[in-house]
């Protein structure tokens, strides 16, 4: 039977929820400290803990059939290589930033001008795209010191949560693009391995479903049922069961997180009464 070898970058904050997820999915993964690979116990995978920035390369050769991988890296390195789902985790931006002693107004002040990064492909179609000629340094780590030792005047590199460019006097003034994990699936996969993908994919999409979702129970009284069904989305429709007390129901319904409180606050108005919300581990459809 074949396996299929998933990579993962070997450590940091992707690291640590890539091996969350694989763990949410139901794949147990026995690793000790600086193992390379790592075979799953329970499912047929086989999971390689790689350099980031390698993975492109690894995917495009065959040499591991899918990874775990910031969605930033493979639009860098990874041409040809097919995004099959977007995780959404581990999430970040490509920015441009200047030191704050700078008079910035636009991308057009970068004319002519040094930048720092270790994205040379994305940044080079990014000034293309806004005609603008700068000459790329290309840095692996530590991209922010670039201004302050006098190598740039700018610099290109990802942003979580603008912390470190504040620690290095820079600023942040535009952005190039967003990214998050995402699951690459490389050119060179046959029948077999792709049966075994399409079930991790199946999981991860259950996985992700009840992440983005809240599980709400609330009770209300007849008369107010049909305006609180209007409110409530559901997965077909709410669930509507009697109360032991007369002329009160109890419904059961999945909202989405990202409306969680517009739809509170509409419940409320419309008569809900005890509403009760719960995290929901996967959901299946």
């Known amino acids: 039977m074949s396996t299929l070898r998933i990579a993962v970058q070997k450590s940091g904050r992707l690291h640590d929820e890539s091996m969350e997820l694989l763990k949410d999915i139901g794949i147990s993964i026995d690793n000790g400290i600086d193992q390379l ?14 350099r980031n920035g390698d993975i492109p390369q690894y995917l495009k050769d065959g040499v591991v059939d899918a990874a775990i991988i910031g969605e930033n890296v493979l639009i860098e390195k990874g041409n040809g290589i097919n995004i099959a789902e977007k995780l959404g985790f581990s999430s970040c931006r490509v920015c441009v930033a200047v030191p704050k002693t700078m008079d910035y107004k636009s991308i057009k002040d970068l004319d002519g001008k040094r930048i720092a990064t270790s994205y040379p492909y994305t940044v080079q179609n990014f000034l293309d795209a806004q005609g603008v000629t700068a000459n790329l340094h290309i840095i692996n780590g530590s991209v922010e010191i670039a201004p302050n030792i006098g190598l740039a005047d700018a610099i290109v590199d990802i942003v979580s949560s603008g912390s470190t460019l504040f620690k290095n006097n ?11 994990a995402v699951l690459a699936v490389s050119p060179i996969l046959d029948a077999e391995k792709q049966a075994i993908l399409d079930k991790i994919q199946f999981r991860i999409k259950s996985v992700l479903r009840g992440r983005e979702s809240k599980y709400v129970l609330l009770n209300a009284p007849n008369d107010k049922v049909q305006d609180i069904i209007n409110v409530l989305p559901g997965m077909k429709s ?12 109890s419904i059961h319904s999945v909202i ?4 969680f409180w517009d739809v509170i606050d509409d419940l409320k108005a419309k008569g809900a009464q005890g509403i009760l919300v719960c995290p929901i581990e996967k959901m299946v459809l």
């Open 37 to 50: 690979k790592a075979s799953a116990r329970n499912f047929p995978v086989e999971v390689f803990y790689l």
């Open 170 to 180: 820079l600023k942040e003034v535009e952005m190039i693009l967003k990214s998050e």
């Open 238 to 249: 709410p669930t509507v069961l009697p109360l032991a007390e007369a002329g009160w129901s």
């Open 256 to 259: 989405s997180k990202n409306a």
